[in-house]
């Protein structure tokens, strides 16, 4: 943490610099969403704008994590409490996520254009893929 | 005492106690968020219905990212003018990340609204491919004709004379008799309403008296049970009695009262027996179900004849009649039942009479065959056909006409068009078979109001729209609403005198299932305002937290300067916080 | 840190009682909170017991007098318990026992009273905060009970609340604020809140607050239990609060997070209107996700409470302090992976199943850990039977019947039989109960000195402990059995009406109900007797704390840990000396001690003998 006189006058240039950086990657999240020329994958909406957006989302997290809350000199036992937050979220997030798409319950072809078709579900319950 | 370790920080740890709590909570914060965000992805991974996707005006959005980023920058220069011991510079930081905070809450206030004032509707009755269409749309407002029909009512008029004028999606229902049950307290609103809507006109009066045995006269024996009946104790409320409030909350005690000491003398016939077999059968080795069914049968018939008449036996319901029938609006949310000559409010009440034509009077702005395409796809059907068979394309108004037809026909030109575009792209960048570029499902089976704007502003002339399309030199460009037309801020502008939206009048029974974009609408928009609404409270938290140091932090400043800078820079990390979620719910809410 | 007594003496009485900021006091009103809570589940078990014993017979009088008229008019059946009244009942009892019961009273009351003791802390970090969780877990408690009043009555869609079921019930009542389904919602809501507040509180204090030389390696095991007690609220409750806000939303808003495509309620032959497109599962992930961990927030103040009276009472060292340590940590961080044994049977699919299942085994490894290594701390040891011991040595049957009873249900296999039988039903009650509860019961008469300077009636005390244990038994044992044989937990009138329908099913192991249903009335005896026999431990804590025998020292058991080094009962602020810590926490029987115990707090004799110590080899000094 900058404790020093010097230290913070030196760090407030920096989170001008992140606030900067934060604004260029909002504007580029909505450019890429809205302006067909920079739409990556085919036309529309699909699953490469969504990594897309939310590598950009991560990124500016990462910015106002390490910067703002000033994670990129923090003590240990703080990347341990928020660590162990971001695992538990994750495994929420992963295993629920994943419940419902059994590889051998639901197989993975039912899932074309996202939507869990349940007849088709039904009739794999016992087959292999 | 004093706890150890609140300015500074512990030598082996590092920290001070409230940046380890705050940092803790921020870990719970995570999860909390991750088991909304799991919420989110599970919904809409394994949705049966099409995902609204970039469904919401972005930039309201857009700008209350950069209002949310900038409070985080001045929230952290607040924090380093107090570290530097700039008391004025802390106050101003803080005062504009306050006016931050409210501005962000006034932004997501004006989408909220939007939203609650706009309706959609699931066109179905049977349930049939077909049905799936979606309007979306502002109800009109109308009003009772003397014969008690519906009309229509113009916003003008509605301004001059508001008396009797509501918006047009509500059961119409001639009534002649209601039916109350007085197991459970009729709901006082329901009751106020009926009476309110009955006015001076109409009388609602008890059909008979409701009488139930006094207790004492039965107890006290020396009368029979005709003429407890009949005695002046047993009267309740008389004949003709004029529906209240109060009548019914009396007529609801009287019965309870009853019940409850009916039951109490079943309970202790019922105890007798059990323990009349205890003590003359022995049960050590029958069962339960052998006594009930065997052993019982003469015993309990004996007991039944006696029971009969230890009863107050208070009737259950209470019925009254409206003279002359009154004709009530009433609210489709609080109609669990409907039937042509019966209605069930939610409280129990039983309405009969006749229902009246109830038609819901949108103003249209918006069409999406999306949800029919995707259940005629997976029947096997052709999503175009079902589409034509849908009450929104075959419907006519009273003068014959279907403006939605022709806007459909007009979205299959700009489709057209679109298509065109986007195969010369394919043979320019040479893509083929899964790369090639299609349009989305938005594209081909759903028309946004802008379109539908456009559509009616080039009179609905296929060709026309066609042109303004690809020839730019034709002066009739298609008025498309770009990022920052504020016609389309908050989603469609009714108001807007330049646009046209389609009338239509949608009759009850074809009304499937309809709501204002609120979270009953769809997952999506469940998810949306709950996310969204806790994410609101916590910049409501933050805020207050953040403004209790700016007005109350002088003293402290005064007498300990670093404490007061160790706490805002504790609230300055949950405000950190609740930037850092919005940063990920903007483009997940907004962009996908 | 000198306790300075006299700015607490004249604190008036609801400053000094009722809005305490003190952790003692706060942990002796959620202890209170607590049994109270745990006497009203315990009331609506036996009435539930009554009716699965004798469906047909009225509630006898000692068990109906505390109703209204009123209320029995609305909710009983000529005096018989109904179906409804008994799912109501069910709900409520198990609502009751974990989230107002068993967990405020291990973690919230000893936590509080004991920690900051052990640790060598004035007070808790945040003693405000501490003040406002009790309230806000006090608020949460009345707003959950006071709906058996209202006309909805309580939530009736069992303790775990699953849509579309709970999101349906009451959905007759117009305000939705005065239906009990939806304030079910709201006191869990405030309980997860109180919850939170709470553990950031603890983990803050454990954390910030050591004594000085109280290293890590030197914690009592009860603090480091409550550590990662408090590491498993904090994380795994909140998305049970998303849910349960969700579940809120789908209640008062109409939406449908949990509410599936084309619902229709026969019993009012109308199809809701709702959009759909919800998903029962999602809400089942959700509250499994603290369900789980939430088994080990029980658990684990039980055998906290059990690993420090042991020591105590054998007079020698915790058999393998670090595996537990370690043991402990490893159980709470795969609690949080095992979360769907618990659903196994909602089609899943058999890969997820499997992720599961070999969790679940995995994490029986730390758990025999923590009981194998409180077995081997007996051995050899020259065991004092006091009143705490008695029952600490009868939580570890208890709790290993418990334990090994759940083998079967992690299994994919074996769990499709007994899901949802009485089978389940004895397992984890032979868990809280005979288990858990044990536990907790030794720490009260384990600390019970220290609150209040007396010990408590050792007659009183075994007529408590021994009829207990054998109707603990009685009443659970017979699960097991009734499970294997097919009772369904759900049966109001304990398989009768089964019987009338299937008479002669026989299951895979070749048991029937028929043969199994006369254990009922077995199982309803000892229920009504275990709550007789609790009446000598609620008259010893009366007595006892007026009349009981006087300690005569401030370390009556003669334990090495900090909380015996303050005054008889800890004034404000705890200590009266500068807390330093100069051993590990269960120092007995040293050969080069002249006393068989050293406590944490004596300093080291100058001229002694510098002693190999496992944690600090060279020197018996505090940290600078």
């Not at chain 2, 029919?372 to 003068?399: F, M, V, Y």
Request: some cysteine; aromatic content about 14%; proline content about 5%.
């Amino acid at each position: 943490m900058a404790d020093s006189v010097e230290e913070i006058k030196k760090a407030k240039k920096l989170y001008l610099v992140i606030f900067g950086a934060l604004l260029v990657g909002t504007v580029l999240t909505v450019a890429v969403a809205t302006i067909p020329f920079l739409d990556v994958g085919g036309h529309g909406f699909d699953a490469a704008d969504a990594v897309l957006g939310l590598i950009i989302a991560s990124v500016k997290a990462s910015l106002v994590m390490l910067i703002f809350m000033h994670l990129n000199h923090e003590k240990p036992l703080i990347y341990f409490f928020y660590g162990v937050g971001i695992v538990m979220a994750f495994f929420c997030m992963w295993l629920i996520g994943w419940s419902k798409s059994d590889p051998i319950q639901y197989g993975n072809s039912e899932k074309a254009d996202g939507f869990y078709n349940p007849e088709k579900a039904a009739t794999n319950v016992h087959g292999h893929d | 005492m004093e706890i150890p370790f609140i300015v500074n920080a512990r030598k082996d740890t590092g920290l001070f106690n409230s940046k380890v709590g705050i940092w803790l909570f921020l870990a719970s914060e995570v999860t909390l968020f991750g088991g909304l965000f799991s919420g989110y992805l599970f919904l809409r991974l394994y949705a049966d219905y099409p995902w609204p996707e970039r469904a919401l005006p972005v930039l309201p959005g857009l700008i209350n990212t950069f209002i949310l980023i900038g409070s985080s920058v001045t929230v952290v220069f607040a924090w380093a003018a107090l570290k530097m011991r700039e008391w004025r510079k802390f106050q101003i930081y803080m005062w504009i990340t306050l006016i931050c905070a409210v501005l962000f809450l006034g932004l997501k206030g004006i989408e909220y609204n939007a939203k609650f004032h706009h309706q959609a509707v699931r066109l179905s009755s049977e349930g049939a491919v077909q049905d799936f269409g979606y309007l979306e749309g502002h109800v009109h407002y109308g009003k009772l004709d003397e014969n008690g029909q519906l009309v229509e009512v113009s916003k003008e008029e509605k301004k001059e004379n508001p008396e009797g004028v509501f918006s047009a999606n509500k059961i119409i229902f001639k009534a002649n008799e209601l039916t109350f049950a007085l197991k459970r307290p009729a709901h006082e609103a329901y009751v106020k309403e009926i009476l309110k809507q009955a006015g001076d006109q109409h009388t609602i009066s008890l059909v008979g008296d409701y009488r139930v045995i006094d207790e004492k006269e039965l107890h006290a024996g020396g009368k029979n049970r005709a003429q407890l009946e009949a005695s002046a104790a047993a009267l309740v409320v008389a004949d003709g009695a004029v529906l209240s409030i109060d009548d019914l909350d009396e007529m609801e005690e009287a019965f309870l009262q009853a019940r409850a000491h009916d039951k109490e003398i079943r309970t202790e016939f019922l105890r007798a027996s059990w323990s009349w077999i205890r003590d003359e059968k022995g049960i050590e080795d029958i069962s339960n179900l052998v006594i009930t069914t065997d052993l019982w049968k003469e015993r309990m018939a004996e007991d039944n004849e006696k029971i009969k008449n230890l009863m107050l036996s208070a009737p259950g319901t209470v019925r009254y009649k409206i003279e002359p029938p009154l004709t009530l609006v009433w609210r489709p949310d609080d109609i669990p039942k409907l039937a042509k000559t019966e209605l069930k409010l939610r409280d129990d009440t039983v309405v009969k009479g006749e229902l009246q034509p109830s038609p819901m009077l949108l103003g249209v702005d918006a069409i999406d065959f999306r949800h029919t395409a995707l259940r005629a796809e997976a029947e096997g059907i052709d999503p175009l056909e079902a589409i034509k068979q849908s009450w929104i394309l075959t419907h006519k108004n009273s003068q014959g006409e279907n403006e939605l037809k022709k806007a459909w026909i007009c979205h299959q030109a700009w489709l057209r068009h679109l298509t065109e575009k986007l195969d010369k792209t394919n043979e320019k960048k040479g893509l083929e078979g899964e790369d090639r570029l299609v349009p989305t499902e938005n594209d081909k089976y759903r028309i946004n109001w802008d379109q539908m704007v456009g559509y009616a502003r080039l009179d609905y002339d296929p060709e026309r729209v066609y042109q303004a399309l690809s020839d730019e030199g034709s002066g009739e460009k298609l008025y498309r609403a770009g990022l920052f037309d504020l016609g389309g801020f908050a989603g469609a502008d009714h108001s807007n005198k330049n646009y046209h939206f389609p009338h239509v009048e949608i009759p009850r029974e074809n009304v499937g299932f309809t709501s204002t974009f609120t979270p009953k609408w769809n997952t999506y928009y469940a998810i949306y305002f709950t996310i969204t609404g806790l994410h609101g409270l916590h910049v409501i938290g933050g805020a207050i937290v953040l403004g209790y140091y700016l007005f109350f932090g002088r003293k402290m400043y005064d007498s300990n300067p670093e404490w007061l800078a160790n706490r805002v820079e504790v609230g300055g990390l949950f405000w950190h916080f609740v930037d850092l979620v919005w940063i990920f719910l903007f483009p997940i809410l907004y962009l996908m | 840190m000198s306790a300075d007594s006299h700015d607490h003496h004249d604190l008036p009485f609801w400053k000094k009682y009722l809005f305490s900021t003190d952790h003692k006091t706060i942990g002796i009103q959620y202890g209170l909170a607590a049994g109270a809570f745990l006497l009203f589940g315990f009331f609506l078990m036996i009435v539930m017991r009554w009716s699965i014993a004798y469906p047909h017979e009225p509630l006898p009088g000692y068990l109906s007098w505390i109703f209204t008229d009123g209320w029995k008019g609305r909710w009983l059946d000529d005096g018989k318990v109904t179906g409804e009244t008994y799912n109501m009942f069910g709900a409520m009892h198990g609502t009751i026992m974990v989230f107002l019961g068993v967990v405020p009273l291990g973690f919230a009351a000893f936590g509080n009273y004991v920690t900051p003791l052990q640790i060598g802390a004035p007070d808790m970090a945040f003693p405000k905060l501490n003040m406002a969780s009790f309230w806000v877990y006090l608020a949460g408690g009345i707003v959950m009970c006071m709906s058996f009043f209202m006309e909805s009555g309580a939530a009736k869609s069992g303790w775990t609340n699953y849509s579309p079921l709970a999101g349906y019930a009451d959905r007759q009542i117009v305000n939705q604020l005065l239906a009990g389904q939806t304030q079910w919602l709201i006191g869990l809501v405030l309980l997860i809140t109180s919850s939170l507040l709470g553990s950031v509180n603890f983990i803050t204090t454990i954390i910030q607050l050591r004594a000085k030389g109280l290293t890590w390696m030197r914690l009592p095991f009860f603090v480091w239990a409550m550590l990662v007690t408090g590491f498993l609220l904090l994380l795994a409750f909140p998305p049970l609060e998303a849910a349960g806000i969700m579940q809120l939303m789908d209640r008062m808003v109409g939406s449908s997070f949990f509410m599936p495509t084309g619902l229709y309620s026969a019993a009012d032959d109308v199809a809701l209107d709702l959009s759909g497109s919800g998903s029962p599962l999602l809400f089942q992930h959700l509250f499994w996700f603290l369900g789980h961990p939430e088994v080990y927030v029980l658990l684990l103040p039980a055998i906290a409470c059990v690993a420090e009276i042991i020591p105590a009472n054998t007079r020698k060292p915790l058999w393998g302090y670090k595996p537990m340590v370690w043991g402990v940590i490893v159980l709470g961080f795969l609690s949080f992976i095992v979360w769907a044994h618990h659903m196994y049977l909602t089609g899943m699919g058999p890969v997820i199943s499997t992720f599961f299942q070999t969790t679940t085994v995995l994490i029986s490894v730390p758990s025999v850990i923590l009981l194998t290594s409180l077995i081997i701390s007996l051995w050899g040891g020259s065991i004092r039977f006091t009143m705490p011991m008695i029952w600490a040595a009868a939580f570890l049957p208890m709790f290993g019947i418990g334990g090994l009873t759940g083998l079967p249900l992690a299994f994919n296999l074996a769990d499709l039989h007994l899901h949802d039988t009485y089978y389940v039903i004895g397992h984890f009650h032979y868990v809280v109960a005979p288990g858990i509860l044990f536990g907790l019961f030794a720490g009260i008469y384990h600390w019970y000195p220290k609150m209040t300077g007396r010990f408590m009636d050792n007659f009183l005390g075994h007529l408590h402990f021994w009829p207990s244990l054998v109707c603990m038994n009685l009443l659970f044992f017979p699960m097991l059995t009734q499970g294997m044989a097919g009772f369904h937990r759900r049966w109001y009138n304990g398989g009768e009406g089964y019987i009338e329908k299937a008479s002669d099913g026989v299951n895979v192991f070749g048991q029937t109900v028929a043969d199994n249903i006369s254990l009922n009335e077995v199982m309803t005896s000892a229920a009504i007797a275990l709550a007789i026999f609790q009446i000598p431990f609620l008259l010893n804590m009366f007595i006892s704390y007026f009349w009981g025998k006087k300690v005569t020292s401030d370390n009556p058991w003669d334990a090495t840990t900090l909380e015996w080094a303050t005054p008889t009962p800890p004034g404000h602020g705890n200590f009266t000396f500068d807390v330093a810590v100069y051993r590990g926490p269960y120092e007995y029987s040293r050969p080069d001690h002249d006393k068989d115990y050293f406590p944490q707090w004596e300093e080291p004799k100058r001229d002694a003998p510098v002693v190999e110590s496992e944690e600090n080899p060279h020197k018996e000094s505090p940290e600078a």
